[in-house]
């Protein structure tokens, strides 16, 4: 307990240095528009707390919806590929390739097809998380040891008894490691697909599209503030992730054991 | 005469060319205790699951109850050098699996767990999960996962070759207790002519490159075996006889 004390101690110590190094940085004469002091970001996050909130939740639900379908979809997938290898030896090349196509090159396109509005950010945020989905759980699913599967031979298993009752508990951690990648840039996603999609009314979108029209004004401490918004996103879905993983895993798999055997 | 397993002129040759076992032929009657022993390379494994169905073999044939193993699994199960327990399954679930694959309605399959697990003695430590069990307990999980289906033949894969000498001995003492209640036919692989000769009626001592029957030993170390059997001469000497012929086979093996 008190080592971890010292630990939290020692982290806040840095980030106090990291602040002050940033308003010696403004003291020395960086002009506000470049560089606003750390106060003025702090006033700004009070000042426009309403619609800093807002573009936030935005930004959660269309990263959230993308994070959602692509566990459902890329599960899906996966169990797809476990089941068929012939299917498998077709396509995951493909879902590699998904993965290389960079996002900020294909989110216009997408929005060019689908309009604006909630799903279409949701749509940039399932593409970006579906490979790393789909990648570890079929890497799970197919990684059962052989002597499992001669154990469902011998009770005389069918097909789907192997894949739901072996295989996807399996896979199960590999899942939320997919997961975790995925949480981390569902947020990316949304905030991209933001950046093209504009606003449903004139100043009102997400965090993506509200750092657009705060550079644009050169509004930066509010910039910062919105910097600022879409960590705090990001890091929530990843705790809220890790949290989902101890609370399906901590019982019986080794990452997350709680508790030593006796 | 009935034979549960017919082992006929089987040879095993793997992908690679390696032949694992040449010209095996074995019979197994209904309720005999098989040992098939042997140092390492001799093939005694591949041909446990060759009974199983889990491998072909390459030549020769195998009838178990008289049709092919992959169509009597029914009659069988497999017990595994690893425990081979689900890790996220608790010691109750994992008794249960095979009887839940099988198609049992939960309430009767509770009441088999149950009988399972007093037969074994984790009663207690039925709501465990794998990871919190020692080696011994897991391998008691594993025996009783494989009764729960009522196997007429029990096919042992050195069950207890990861263990310690004391958790081997005792677990050895379990399996024959159970033997003697039940009298299914076992098939038991093992490199120990200790555990060998403390189990079964019959050793079959296999020789290696290419795998091949030496000797069949009818083991005549009188019934019941009371732990202590261990200590007496006649142990000793039936030990000491089967070492010998062991010692032989390694003797007239090409050295590798």
Redesign the interface.
């Known amino acids: 307990m008190k080592r971890r004390l010292t630990f939290a101690a020692q982290s806040l110590l840095v980030l106090a240095g990291l602040l002050l190094v940033w308003q010696c940085a403004v003291w020395m004469g960086a002009p506000p528009y470049m560089l606003p002091a750390p106060p003025a970001v702090g006033a700004a996050v009070v000042e426009r707390f309403g619609s800093l909130v807002r573009s936030l939740w935005l930004t959660a639900e269309a990263a959230a919806l993308g994070l959602l379908g692509s566990i459902i979809v890329g599960v899906a997938i996966a169990l797809a590929f476990a089941q068929w290898r012939g299917l498998r030896r077709l396509l995951y090349p493909y879902t590699i390739l998904l993965q290389t196509v960079p996002i900020v090159a294909v989110a216009p396109l997408i929005l060019m097809w689908t309009g604006n509005g909630l799903l279409p950010v949701a749509l940039v945020a399932f593409i970006i998380c579906l490979p790393p989905i789909i990648a570890n759980t079929t890497q799970g699913l197919i990684s059962v040891?052989e002597?499992?599967l001669?154990?469902?031979?011998?009770?005389?298993?069918k097909p789907a008894?192997v894949l739901f009752?072996?295989r996807l508990?399996?896979a199960?951690p590999h899942l939320f490691t997919g997961i975790r990648i995925a949480a981390g840039i569902a947020v990316i996603g949304a905030i991209t697909g933001e950046l093209f999609a504009g606003a449903s009314r004139v100043g009102e979108g997400g965090l993506g599209y509200s750092i657009l029209y705060a550079s644009g004004q050169l509004e930066t401490d509010y910039l910062f503030a919105l910097v600022l918004a879409a960590t705090v996103l990001g890091f929530t879905f990843f705790f809220v992730t890790m949290f989902l993983e101890w609370y399906f895993l901590h019982?019986?798999?080794?990452s997350n054991?709680s508790?030593m055997?006796? | 005469m009935s034979a549960d397993i017919v082992i006929s002129q089987v040879s095993k040759q793997f992908r690679g060319g390696a032949l694992a076992l040449q010209d095996v032929s074995l019979q197994v009657e209904d309720g005999d205790f098989v040992s098939l022993l042997g140092p390492s390379g001799c093939g005694k494994s591949t041909l446990l699951k060759m009974i199983a169905g889990l491998t072909l073999p390459s030549s020769g044939t195998i009838a178990v109850d008289g049709i092919l193993p992959a169509n009597a699994r029914q009659l069988m199960s497999f017990i595994f050098q690893d425990p081979t327990l689900l890790p996220w399954r608790t010691v109750e679930e994992n008794v249960g699996l095979g009887l839940e694959l099988g198609g049992m309605a939960a309430a009767p399959r509770k009441a088999k767990v149950e009988e399972m697990l007093e037969l074994v003695g984790l009663t207690a430590a039925r709501t465990r999960y794998p990871r919190q069990l020692s080696g011994g307990m897991k391998m008691r999980v594993s025996i009783a996962r494989a009764l729960a289906s009522r196997p007429s033949i029990l096919l042992l894969d050195e069950p207890f070759a990861a263990l310690d000498e004391m958790t081997r001995d005792r677990l050895n003492d379990e399996l024959l207790r159970l033997y003697a209640e039940r009298q299914q036919t076992m098939v038991f692989v093992t490199h120990s002519v200790a555990e060998a000769v403390f189990l079964s009626r019959r050793i079959v001592i296999l020789a290696p490159h290419p795998g091949r029957v030496a000797h069949i030993v009818t083991n005549d170390l009188p019934w019941p075996r009371p732990a202590g059997i261990r200590l007496s001469a006649e142990f000793d000497a039936q030990a000491a006889y089967v070492s010998r012929l062991l010692r032989g086979v390694h003797a007239e093996a090409p050295s590798l």
């Open positions: 040891e002597n499992f001669h154990l469902f031979l011998m009770h005389e298993a008894q009752r072996l508990p399996h199960l019982h019986w798999h080794e054991r508790d055997p006796d």
